[in-house]
Every structure is written in C-alpha cells, then in structure tokens.
C-alpha cells in the first residue's frame, strides 16, 4: 500500500484545514486508516483512525475538533481539522494497517499553526 499525504499549510489559531491521504495499491488490504503527528523535539502521537467498519478513535486533545472521514471511491482518507490551535503544530503522517498487521506511512505534511 502507498500513502500519499497532502493538505497542510500555515494557519491562523482559530482556523482550519484539511488533510486528505490517497491509497494506492492493494487496498483491499487495508482494515485502518488514519493519522500520527510528531511536534518538534516531540515523540509521534496518535491523532486518529477510521476502521473499515467506520468506526472512528480520537486522541482526546482533537475530540471535537477533528473529524476523520473517508471516501471509499477515490481511496482517500480525510482530517477535517477546526478550531486549531498552536500546540497541533507538528508534521501529520497518514498510515494503514493492513488486516495482516503490516502497516504503511505516508510522507508527512507539515501544519504549523500560529497565535
């Protein structure tokens, strides 16, 4: 599976983005979706996934802010991010996780946001 990440950009506190990642490949394979940030000088975290059944998980920081979505025709997964703040400033990675555990990543896209 390759992962193709785009969206980011600079933004004003308060404000908004999104960010879409494109599968390619053996998708059929694919059972989660979703997307990790690393912040500067930070450990990479978990932000967000969408399972094949729809079922979607938050880290609790974004709860409310974030919203994952997917579009099974085009293969693309989606972080629809509101109300951002400086502390989401990090570069934001796309991965799937295969149904027999092997995981892809995508290139990163850096989302700066500032106050």
């Known amino acids: 599976v390759q992962l193709q990440a785009c969206g980011g950009g600079l933004v ?3 404000g908004s983005l999104r960010l879409s990642c494109a599968a390619s ?12 940030r690393q912040a500067p000088g930070k450990q990479r975290e978990f ?7 729809d079922t979607k998980y938050y880290e609790d920081s974004v709860k409310g802010r974030f919203t994952i979505s997917r ?3 085009k293969n693309t997964v989606y972080l629809q991010m ?10 934001y990675y796309c991965y799937a996780i295969k149904t ?8 990163g896209t850096l989302v700066t946001v500032s106050s």
């Open 82 to 91: 509101n109300s951002l703040k400086p502390e989401d400033t990090a570069v």
């Open 47 to 53: 932000v967000a996934h969408i399972t094949s059944g």
């Open 25 to 36: 490949g053996s998708i059929f394979s694919i059972n989660v979706m979703g997307w990790y």
């Open 71 to 73: 579009d099974s025709a």
């Open 100 to 107: 027999s555990g092997g995981q892809s990543w995508g290139q």
């Open 12 to 14: 004003q506190a308060g």
